[in-house]
């Protein structure tokens, strides 16, 4: 629904899905049950990725981008991520940033195989 927030979810799917859900927790209540169901969620996303066509595809693609943490220098020198992120370049940004990367391997079709944060970043 292109949303980016939970609470906004909620609003929204309280106005336009109620006849589809009568019974739409509270946030608090949300967020308990989504921490309750991580394993089962997780389990669900590899078996529909499992039945997709690219799951026993040998080609894989890889892509690559960064993920930027903080811009200034003060926070960069207070944040917790000092131990992981790092300085890299981005070419196709054609700018420094600090941060990961974010690494994903794909079949062709598009089934992700492997998305991972990596500290991979290059040096121009």
Known sequence: MGIPSDRRFLAVARKRLVHLFPDLPRQ????KRRRRLTETIEWLMAHFAA???GAGDGLLLIDSTP???ARSRETVKR???SEVAGYGYCASHSRWFWGL????LCAPDGTPRDPALRQGLRRA
Do not use: F, N, T, W
């Open 101 to 104: 990367r974010l690494h994903a």
């Open 79 to 81: 944040s917790a991520l």
């Open 67 to 69: 993920v930027e943490c």
């Open 51 to 53: 039945q997709s066509p």
């Open 28 to 31: 608090a209540g949300y967020h």
